[in-house]
């Protein structure tokens, strides 16, 4: 599908929920269940845990609709940050965190490309952001990596990498603050 | 190498905003962030900017189809929706077209109409031949129309469309009527405005699938003034 034609469908939709419009929120769901679904249990690592979550995040959808600003943030963007918020919450109610075996840096897989998904995301911001993590140095990409796909803390992160707290933040923020520099150039 | 503690170029709160989208953050740390997102209008754009630069990254995460009871506990979560139920109900309309009474399914209207609306709903019973042949209810708000037949039998060659007349005389296409049952039909935008009091609604007999030429081609069986009650 265009993927113009389907970011203003779920725009749309979402912009029509706030009325009471089940059939709306429908729609968002049939556009956008499968990537959200996938997120969920990327982070959780599990089904039945990420199927409670997503039930979660379209009744949040419901609610907060009205909060979504089509003119500021793009409706994927605005859904996917929804559910791994929702997720990363679940994961720090529960045990601790099932994706706890060391990260190798050396060994760390690269990136891997898109994965065939709905294509809802723009992939030129991807390819922009794939450039400038590969800027950064081996041990800050794998930890953000970490953090980012498997909802890992910073307690956990220093004990899969075997470093000190104080480092790992160090790596992150370093981190953060050359992605960020990267990606305004 | 730089010294681990320069963050000249992002301040305390940024980095908090990144540290919270990445989700690195966990207990007290997490709950702050949230707090000071409800009430920070700029961290909360902070946030959203952060939420911009890395959620492309979520592209390498694979589609899973979530199962249908997912949807199904959603759609159960959700209030009861606003204003259905008895006005959508075919039970409802059937039992008072059984009853025969078309005074009883006026009255059952307004009042359940009066109910739920400030507006007034606007009204037209539709006769020709001497007989009620349907009686239509206009909810303005909702840009509906119902129509429920009253003396109306089936013809078995033609089906009754049902037309808006206003003022200027030219009937405007609203839409397919049923003899066995209730219509609900939502009003296109670009008529909503001429469906007033005093515009006329006509129902005429037309092939199936509706007049082919945006006009009434039939004859027309019954018309009646839309008047508020």
Redesign the interface.
């Known amino acids: 599908m265009d993927l113009d034609a389907n970011r203003s469908l779920i725009a749309a939709a979402l912009e029509r929920i706030p009325g009471?419009d089940?059939a709306a929120?429908?729609t968002v769901?049939r556009l956008t269940?499968?990537?959200l679904?996938?997120?969920a249990?990327?982070?959780l690592g599990e089904r039945s845990e990420a199927?409670d979550v997503?039930?979660e995040v379209?009744?949040t959808v419901?609610r907060k609709a009205a909060a979504f600003d089509a003119a500021?943030?793009?409706p994927?963007?605005?859904l996917?940050?929804i559910a791994?918020n929702r997720a990363?919450d679940r994961l720090?109610a529960g045990r601790q965190n099932r994706r706890m075996e060391p990260i190798d840096v050396a060994h760390e897989v690269a990136?891997?490309?898109?994965?065939?998904?709905?294509a809802l995301?723009?992939?030129q911001?991807?390819a922009?952001?794939h450039g400038c993590?590969e800027g950064l140095v081996a041990h800050e990409h794998a930890a953000?990596r970490g953090?980012?796909?498997d909802?890992?803390?910073?307690?956990e992160?220093a004990e899969r990498m075997k470093v000190p707290l104080g480092t790992m933040k160090?790596w992150?923020?370093?981190a953060?603050?050359k992605?960020?520099?990267c990606?305004e150039q | 190498m730089t010294d681990?503690?320069d963050?000249s170029?992002?301040s305390e709160d940024e980095?908090l905003a990144?540290?919270y989208?990445?989700?690195?953050?966990?207990?007290a740390d997490?709950a702050a962030a949230e707090r000071l997102l409800q009430r920070d209008a700029k961290f909360a754009a902070m946030v959203?900017a952060w939420?911009?630069?890395?959620?492309?990254?979520?592209?390498?995460?694979?589609?899973?189809?979530?199962?249908p009871?997912?949807?199904e506990?959603?759609?159960a979560?959700?209030p009861a929706?606003?204003r259905a139920g008895l006005w959508e109900s075919l039970a409802f309309w059937r039992g008072l077209a059984l009853a025969g009474a078309l005074a009883a399914a006026c009255l059952g209207a307004f009042l359940y109409l009066g109910a739920l609306n400030r507006e007034q709903p606007l009204v037209a019973t539709i006769e020709g031949g001497g007989s009620r042949a349907f009686v239509a209810t206009i909810d303005a708000k909702r840009g509906t129309v119902a129509v429920v037949p009253a003396a109306f039998s089936a013809d078995p060659t033609r089906v009754p469309e049902l037309w808006l007349i206003p003022a200027d005389g030219k009937p405007r296409p609203l839409g397919l009527l049923r003899a066995d049952r209730p219509v609900f039909i939502t009003i296109p935008p670009e008529f909503a405005a001429q469906a007033v009091r005093d515009a006329v609604l006509a129902v005429s007999l037309e092939p199936p699938g509706g007049s082919p030429t945006g006009a009434p081609t039939g004859p027309v069986i019954g018309t009646g003034k839309l008047t508020s009650l």
């Open positions: 009471g089940r929120l429908q769901y269940s499968a990537k679904f996938g997120v249990i990327r982070i199927e997503l039930q379209y009744v419901w500021r943030a793009s994927m963007t605005w996917i940050a791994r990363i720090r990136d891997t490309a898109p994965a065939a998904d709905s995301e723009n992939a911001d991807h922009r952001l993590l953000l953090a980012f796909f909802g890992n803390t910073y307690d992160l160090s992150i923020r370093r953060m603050i992605l960020k520099s990606l | 681990i503690d963050h170029s992002m980095l990144a540290e989208v990445l989700g690195v953050l966990a207990g997490r959203a939420e911009q630069r890395l959620t492309p990254w979520a592209r390498e995460i694979a589609d899973v189809s979530p199962p009871q997912v949807w506990a959603i759609a979560a959700l929706p606003p």
